[in-house]
Nanobody, 122 residues
Framework: QEQPMESGGGSVQAGGSLKLSCAIPRNVGILSVGWFRQAPGKEREGVAVIRRTDGRVIVADSVQDRFTIALDYSKRTAFLQMNSLKPDDSGDYYC????????????????WGQGTQVTVSS
């Protein structure tokens, strides 16, 4: 009831595109929705965050101009459109939601999905 659920992960070749979706339960309050990723042996890092109220976004430099985050609040679904994918984009992608904070750190978010795997091959 309180866990977002990601979908849309898979394997693509470098230069390809992939769109991730995140369904957020009704009982999870949303001010911000964030996408994070984690490669094996590395820290989880913020990819993109969006604020519901005004659409303000925070986007990591590493994905700037390639990834776009969106939120359809009426459907309680967030999206991450990933274009021009690189092998370094590979990892487990997580979506998260928080009712009161807008920031891009892991600690900003209360509710987390289980992740979906993205693999980008050369």
């Amino acid at each position: 009831q309180e866990q977002p659920m990601e979908s849309g992960g898979g394997s693509v070749q470098a230069g390809g595109s992939l769109k991730l979706s995140c369904a957020i339960p009704r009982n999870v309050g949303i001010l911000s929705v964030g996408w994070f990723r984690q490669a094996p042996g590395k820290e989880r890092e913020g990819v993109a965050v969006i604020r519901r109220t005004d659409g303000r976004v925070i986007v990591a430099d590493s994905v700037q101009d390639r990834f776009t985050i969106a939120l359809d609040y009426s459907k309680r679904t967030a999206f991450l459109q990933m274009n021009s994918l690189k092998p370094d984009d590979s990892g487990d992608y997580y979506c998260a939601a928080d009712i009161g904070r807008f920031c891009s750190q892991v600690t900003c978010f209360t509710y987390w999905g289980q992740g979906t795997q993205v693999t980008v091959s050369s």
